[in-house]
């Protein structure tokens, strides 16, 4: 075969595995398109191998920096839904939430899930991470994670998520101010790990500044198993080299 024909015919074999303009490349959490495919799924999605600082991380000797407090600001907290997206289960803000950290305020754009946990700590995983994805007005984004550990009794902040749960892909429901009350928290939380990080999905953008809770509430297990069924896999991207960086407490 002739190269130019040769070439033609790869290009056509290659294509329609690469994002096509206007749309983004599917990814999953298993198979040819899971995690330590990602990278390769697309041209956008090079961080994902390529990336030096990417989440979420195994912390485990945090340096003690004396870390100034975050403070909350949830009073008015405003949700919108509730949605399963196939790749988690989130809670979408119209309004309301804010974090400061350092002088500067980060609006809460949403929450969502993963089970089992994506960040570890001391090498240990635990069966449900949120994530509340903050962004200041460039844009840069604060990500404040809670890890929550197996207890005996219900969340009862999680109890209006699990009754609204959205099962099914595409699935969405309409959640209200008293849906999301209890997580208001209108105080300045001093004990978490910081590091610098990444998106957890792709593209997997960096520059991302990552909270990581240090209390970790407890959820029970017929929360955990709503969580789980709705989300149909696990949905954790695997712990990721920490390279040059240093996790502070
Ligand atoms: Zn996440």
Redesign the pocket.
């Known amino acids: 075969m002739k190269p130019i024909f040769s070439l033609l015919i790869s290009i056509l074999l290659i294509t329609p595995l690469l994002a096509t303009a206007g749309e983004h490349a599917k990814w999953s959490y298993q198979g040819a398109q899971g995690p330590s495919h990602w990278g390769d799924l697309s041209p956008e999605y090079t961080t994902c191998k390529q990336g030096k600082n990417q989440s979420p991380v195994d912390i485990s000797n945090a340096v003690d920096a004396k870390l100034k407090g975050i403070k909350f600001d949830y009073a008015m907290l405003v949700p919108e839904n509730i949605v399963n997206t196939g790749h988690?289960i989130q809670v979408n803000i119209r309004s309301g939430g804010a974090i400061t950290i350092d002088d500067e305020k980060f609006i809460l754009k949403q929450f969502?899930f993963?089970s089992p946990s994506?960040n570890m700590i001391d090498h240990k995983s635990y069966p449900l991470?949120a994530?509340f994805?903050h962004a200041n007005d460039k844009n840069e984004l604060a990500?404040v994670s809670i890890l929550y550990q197996p207890g005996a009794m219900d969340n009862l902040a999680l109890v209006p998520l699990v009754n609204n749960m959205p099962m099914n892909v595409g699935d969405s429901n309409r959640l209200g101010a008293k849906d999301t009350e209890l997580f208001e928290r209108n105080k300045t939380v001093k004990n978490y790990f910081n590091f610098n990080g990444s998106?957890?999905?792709p593209p997997c953008t960096e520059g991302v500044r990552w909270f990581v809770m240090q209390s970790r509430p407890g959820l029970s297990k017929r929360q955990l198993l709503a969580f789980q069924r709705a989300m149909k896999h696990p949905n954790n991207r695997p712990v990721q080299p920490l390279n040059a960086r240093m996790v502070t407490k």
């Open positions: 988690s969502h993963h994506e991470e994530h994805v990500v998106l957890t999905t």
